[in-house]
T-cell receptor, first 112, second 112 residues
Framework: QQQVKQSPQSLIVQKGGISIINCAYENTAFDYFPWYQQFPGKGPALLIA?????SEKKEGRFTISFNKSAKQFSLHIMDSQPGDSATYFCAASGYNFNKFYFGSGTKLNVKP | EAQVTQNPRYLITVTGKKLTVTCSQN?????MSWYRQDPGLGLRQIYY???????DKGDVPEGYKVSRKEKRNFPLILESPSPNQTSLYFCASSFSNYNEQFFGPGTRLTVL
């Protein structure tokens, strides 16, 4: 059973637009929800993370929205730039887990 | 410089020929993981280690072995590689599974 489901698989956004990537999780015991960004030929790198005690976390142009009752969280990229073109992964884990679960990834292409 | 290193970066081998992919970190992290990345499947955890001599299976452990004899090193062993293990492999380390993971540059493995 897939623990974290991510959509869409790919996304094309015009420069200056808003990119939105969604994730849904299964296990209500998860309490750590990070987003990772991966450029071609590189390993993933942490972009932003949230814990379920807050509904939103913002860092610059990147915002995580968290809906605990719906078991969903999303990444919003405001004023998307061509340099944001990358693959984005949501993930889930937590204090009572040893494993780490990633979504299937979203390839974002921001057109100039 | 804080980093996770993997070797080799690229490897082409034949079915059944034992191989080892090395992973080393210099950040004194307790938690280390191996992931494989396949198109459309995201990152899947193969094995993880909570600390020296403590290892456990992730979601896709079949055909792989690991060991953690020293804190900094976490090698991935394929004793009898098969073509379905052709993939991009990442090693990662962190203080715990609910902290930022630092990823290595990846090892692209092809099994013929």
């Amino acid at each position: 059973q897939q623990q974290v489901k991510q959509s869409p698989q790919s996304l094309i956004v015009q420069k200056g637009g808003i990119s939105i990537i969604n994730c849904a999780y299964e296990n209500t015991a998860f309490d750590y929800f990070p987003w990772y960004q991966q450029f071609p030929g590189k390993g993933p790198a942490l972009l932003i993370a949230i814990r379920p005690d807050v509904s939103e976390k913002k860092e610059g142009r990147f915002t995580i929205s968290f809906n605990k009752s719906a078991k969903q969280f999303s990444l919003h990229i405001m004023d998307s730039q061509p340099g944001d073109s990358a693959t984005y992964f949501c993930a889930a884990s937590g204090y009572n887990f040893n494993k780490f679960y990633f979504g299937s990834g979203t390839k974002l292409n921001v057109k100039p | 410089e804080a980093q996770v290193t993997q070797n080799p970066r690229y490897l082409i081998t034949v079915t059944g020929k034992k191989l080892t992919v090395t992973c080393s970190q210099n950040m004194n992290h307790e938690y280390m993981s191996w992931y494989r990345q396949d198109p459309g499947l995201g990152l899947r955890q193969i094995y993880y280690s909570m600390n020296v001599e403590v290892t456990d299976k992730g979601d896709v452990p079949e055909g792989y072995k690991v060991s953690r004899k020293e804190k900094r090193n976490f090698p991935l062993i394929l004793e009898s590689p098969s073509p379905n293990q052709t993939s991009l492999y990442f090693c990662a380390s962190s203080f715990s599974n609910y902290n930022e993971q630092f990823f290595g540059p990846g090892t692209r493995l092809t099994v013929l």
